[in-house]
């Protein structure tokens, strides 16, 4: 744990260090409240309105959370077809990658035409923008396999999707979690997008809905909160990757 | 209980005939290389002379290499199901422990794991004690002598040995030659080597592979394994050595 408590360490100098700075700023540039909160102004907004954050920190959560969920197994299953299947490959990949092309913050208008101002409209958006990372760190772990591995599998007379579960999948188990990785911080971008093209709730909605009324300080309060979240996830995520990949 | 039953069919010969090509670039040949039923054959030859190349023809291994002139089994029966595969890597899977190493060919065919007779091939190994451990926990000689037991429960008539015993210390080296010679006896062996100690030990007939193609070399009457330490086997060392160098 000593490694956990030296990043533990530095991520909390760094903070106090970002605090100061933003102090230093208001102070000397003598910004007013409008433009850029103090740090104390924000830390008491933050506990005040700390009910009213927390319902829509919540929401955006639970976003977050079923859009990752969904977009890990989508990702994943996609990866493996791809990977299992030639005829697959020549035909998705193009339009995977052309998929790319369209912004997804471009879609976001139209995911809530069609899926409306709830949850799913935002789930939708995280999961369209985790998903190209995921599917393709873990299609691409599962094209390079050791071709020693698979050598030995085909002399062994395996079945072929015997091999891909039995030697391809754990094989490419840590390109996976390097996309999961990368969802992790992809997915709340996904869900704050989707509150603020339309929502009624969220961290996203909370934040738009604070600017509109110039209340910079609960902005900001509310930006923390998002940060911190993102934070947790991404440490969260990161732990459930080390343990799928703990033999690797 | 018995760890290598021989159940299937008699060990058939092999044999290889022929020029290959990968890629249009001649890799060796035309040559004629045949390995006795039942006997253990040591292919010796120089880094680059098409020995690996020419097992993994026999192997099945061969998606890309064009062979111009015919490949097989003496008995006329195809090789495919009749062959194990034991190479300079030992090819574990670090994800499985020793047990599931030794059990991954029956899985990949989709067959029952008979784990009393892993456990008993484990034991004639001498890895009584490592049944569970993982790969990364082990050794490189234990590693080797996994790779051993994991070709014994293949249980196939013919077995293809590609440098396996090359990246051990002496010692080791040594110790698996004669575990190797004694587990694998009655089965057609073709072992691929660059070290003409190795194929003094070994080799019940000697192929020696050059550019020009495969000379038969007489070895020493001795039953295999020789004693590495034995006037006879050493002197048949440097003979070989001394082919070795002149022909290249």
């Keep these: 744990m000593k490694t956990f408590g030296t990043s533990l360490a530095r991520g909390l100098g760094a903070a106090v260090l970002g605090v100061l700075l933003w102090q230093a700023v208001v102070t000397l540039a003598d910004l007013p409240r409008f433009i850029l909160p103090a740090p104390l102004l924000v830390a008491e907004t933050l506990w005040k309105s700390r009910v009213l954050i927390l319902e829509n920190a919540w929401i955006t959560l639970i976003e977050v959370l079923v859009g990752l969920f969904l977009g890990a197994i989508l990702g994943g299953l996609s990866a493996i077809g791809l990977a299992a299947s030639p005829f697959a490959r020549s035909f998705l990949r193009p339009m995977l990658v052309f998929s790319q092309a369209v912004p997804v913050f471009a879609l976001a208008p139209i995911l809530t035409l069609w899926l409306g101002y709830g949850l799913w409209s935002k789930v ?77 709730k969220g961290l996203g909605y909370l934040m738009l809905l604070a600017n509109g009324r110039a209340k910079i300080d609960l902005m900001f309060a509310a930006l923390i909160v998002l940060a911190v979240m993102t934070l947790l996830l991404h440490a969260a995520v990161d732990r459930f990757c080390r343990w799928l990949t703990r033999h690797s | 209980m018995e760890y290598g039953t021989l159940s299937m069919r008699p060990a058939p010969s092999l044999y290889l005939t022929g020029t290959a090509r990968i890629g249009g670039a001649r890799i060796f040949g035309p040559l004629s290389l045949i390995a006795e039923a039942g006997q253990w054959t040591c292919v010796l030859g120089s880094s680059g002379v098409g020995k690996s190349t020419a097992l993994r023809i026999l192997a099945g291994l061969d998606q890309d290499i064009t062979l111009d002139g015919e490949a097989g089994a003496g008995d006329g029966l195809p090789l495919a199901g009749r062959v194990a595969l034991m190479a300079q890597s030992d090819l574990l899977m670090p994800w499985l422990d020793v047990t599931g190493n030794v059990t991954l060919g029956a899985r990949l065919r989709g067959e029952a794991v008979d784990l009393e007779r892993a456990r008993a091939v484990l034991l004639r190994v001498g890895l009584g004690e490592h049944l ?74 000697i192929l020696l592979m050059t550019e020009a193609g495969v000379d038969e070399i007489a070895p020493p009457a001795a039953p295999v394994p020789r004693a590495f330490d034995a006037g006879e086997t050493l002197a048949f060392q440097a003979s070989l050595l001394r082919r070795l160098m002149v022909t290249q």
């Design chain 2, 132 to 205: 569970h451990k993982r790969p990364p926990e082990l050794s490189g000689g234990q590693r080797q002598r996994v790779a051993l037991a994991r070709t014994l429960m293949e249980d196939r008539p013919v077995v293809l040995l590609d440098e396996p015993f090359s990246a051990l210390d002496a010692r080791t080296r040594a110790d698996m030659q004669d575990l190797a010679a004694e587990l694998l006896q009655g089965r057609t062996v073709l072992h691929v080597t660059h070290d003409a100690a190795e194929a003094a030990r070994l080799g019940q007939r």
């Design chain 1, 124 to 200: 939708a958006m995280a999961l369209l923008i985790i998903y190209f990372p995921v599917t393709s760190a873990f299609f691409d772990a599962l094209m390079r396999t050791p071709p020693g591995w698979l050598h030995l599998a085909q002399v062994m007379g395996a079945d072929k999707r015997r091999e891909m579960w039995l030697i391809r999948i754990p094989a490419a188990l840590p390109g996976f979690a390097s996309g999961l990785r990368l969802a992790a911080v992809y997915a709340p971008i996904g869900a704050i997008i989707g509150e603020w093209v339309g929502a009624s």
